[in-house]
């Protein structure tokens, strides 16, 4: 089992030379999913449509792999997904249907089996990005589109901190500084939004923009409760 993940984590990982999207049967992400992150049996599919998700710390405790939680941003469709790889700070997290998203110190970099993938995203002062307000930042956004073409978006940016005062996830509230990320090339613009730790780099929460064809998501970071950071 263990080589069989670490066969996956070379797969997504961003070093490759090859942008191929590597696709797999659902069936086999599923059964891969579910031994490695549940203790105990894991409920039928149906059983848990059938029941409300309370998501808190006793929830979690489920668990015994690193997870994130992504959801729509109105909240109806979510989605857990497992660490699958760490390669020079740049975390890979993998879905029970084989979609992945990447993120680099909590901004998102790549995903993979999405409608319109963002193949890379390359930043500036990316470590500068949590500790001042910036007037002019600058990223590069490739993308595969419908056609198997790539294009490439070249935003700029400005960040402007502002104290959000308590944030809750898994039903604890927590002192964070809420950053607004606004960010426009040509006629494209999105504003991705970061809940971070008070003097850390630690995201706890976020919104973040995709892509056109599939826009925002939430990054719920349950991985840092995992990980003794709160």
């Known amino acids: 089992m263990i080589k069989y993940i670490f066969f996956l984590s070379s797969l997504f990982c961003l070093s490759c030379s090859s942008d191929n999207i590597i696709r797999s049967e659902k069936t086999d992400f599923y059964n891969i999913y579910k031994d490695i992150i549940i203790r105990g049996p894991v409920p039928s599919l149906e059983a848990e449509k059938k029941e409300q998700t309370v998501y808190n710390r006793e929830w979690l405790s489920k668990f015994n792999q690193p997870i994130i939680l992504l959801s729509s ?86 960040v402007k901190s502002e104290q959000s005062g308590d944030s809750k996830i898994l039903n604890v509230p927590l002192k964070t500084t809420k950053f607004i990320e606004s960010c426009q090339a040509d006629d494209t613009r999105h504003t991705n939004e970061y809940y971070v730790l008070p003097n850390t780099n630690i995201v706890i929460k976020s919104k973040q923009w995709i892509s056109k064809a599939n826009g925002y998501v939430i990054i719920h970071n349950y991985y840092a409760f995992q990980n003794n950071l709160l």
């Open 73 to 158: 941003l109105d909240g109806k469709n979510a989605a857990i997904l497992v660490i699958l790889g760490n390669y020079q700070n740049k975390l890979t997290w993998v879905s029970s249907d084989g979609i992945s998203i990447s993120f680099e110190d909590g901004i998102l970099i790549a995903t993979r089996g999405y409608s319109q993938d963002l193949i890379e995203a390359q930043h500036e002062d990316l470590d500068k990005l949590f500790t001042q307000n910036i007037s002019n930042r600058f990223k590069t956004y490739r993308f595969l589109n419908g056609k198997n073409r790539y294009e490439e978006l070249k935003f700029s940016c400005s």
